[in-house]
DNA sequence: AGGCTCATGTAAACGGTTACATGATTAC
DNA sequence: GTAATCATGTAACCGTTTACATGAGCCT
């Protein structure tokens, strides 16, 4: 369990229904942990029921009652918990580099396509990153506790999508380049 | 199904027991996709129901007998149809960041012992990658395209060991600096 | 009229991890 | 003696993804 821990973070904030919490997740969270609003329901279940949050029905005339939900003590005992256990390193997963194995003998055209296609996706993103930055975090040794950990989650994505990028434009070059074979 | 992507990639060279692809996984494509023995034994029984592959059971009197798995021209269809499938930028799950999110709530100490483990771990991954670089692929432009694939994994390997170690020391400061808080 | 936003859920299928199970040979 | 290597498997569990299901209000 571990979308529960990011939950768990997101309620530290204010409380939240399910979802608030899915929009949350992705404009901030959601770039380090990927949730469907399916799954944080289920997930919110679960932890209602081992009483890690609190759910309190909020009743709407027009709209489908809201359900809001607040993270309890034994809640933030279970993040001071994880807290304390080591992280792995993420195990990668990453399917672009299996079919850049096979390069001789799949197409060529087919895997540059991709390459230009994940090139775009980095610059979209580091565009997006870089306004965020530049909107709220323009003095970072100014900030505070809470947002200096913020501040190291979207630098961390820029400088990986600059990296991305820059590999990107190298392995263009060196696929397109019909080498020796 | 995306193991079995791999998997049939590694078939490309040779043919293979669950073993020893086991153990080719662990070097090479690996570092892209890990994969433990059991899930691969697994996958390869799956795989041959399919008739992706086949299975030809080597008889040794000492050992276990082994059995090779080969491609089959159904398995390289299916491998033809993958590689011409886009493929999405691998979703994200980095705990060390939503663990970062909640800084300023959960122990400082704790998150910087963190870093540095992080930190230790890259720069031993870096000195891998960089050793197998020297000894493998000194010279880019002069590899085969199959080689030229492989080339850019590792590429990609180092490009971004160097962005998480810089971005490690750059988090070790600023979570070390008792800001304003 | 069509699409987006708000709002919550269930169920099935899939993929991956962990634990369990066995057992001989080789190297230190 | 102990650990590593060779060699293959099963079963349970957990977490994620995808499909299905509903429905009102708002904006163009």
New binding site residues.
């Given amino acids: ?4 821990h990011a939950i768990l973070v997101s309620l530290l904030d204010r409380p939240q ?4 919490l ?2 949350r997740f992705e404009r901030t969270v959601g770039f380090f ?7 944080i ?6 932890m209602a029921d081992a009483g890690w949050v609190t ?1 309190e029905t909020v009743a ?1 005339s ?7 939900y607040d993270i309890t003590d034994t809640g933030r005992q279970v993040l001071e918990d994880w807290a304390a256990t080591p992280t792995d390193p993420p ?1 990668v ?1 990453e399917e672009l580099l299996v079919k850049l194995f096979a390069l001789g003998d799949i197409n060529t055209e087919t895997i540059l396509a991709e390459l230009r296609r994940r090139h775009d996706f980095h610059k979209t993103r580091i565009a997006y990153y870089e306004g965020v930055m530049r909107e709220y975090y323009p003095e970072p040794k100014k900030l505070k506790a809470r947002q200096r950990g913020r501040y190291l989650g979207l630098r961390l994505g820029i400088l990986s999508e600059q990296t991305s990028i820059k590999w990107c434009k190298e392995a263009i070059d060196l696929v397109s380049e019909s080498g020796s074979e």
Same sequence: chains 1, 2.
Avoid: F
């Fill in positions: 369990m571990a979308l529960s229904t399910g979802y608030d899915g929009k942990w990927k949730a469907s609003n399916q799954q329901y289920q997930e919110l279940h679960k759910a709407q027009d709209r489908p009652n809201r359900k809001v195990s997963k």
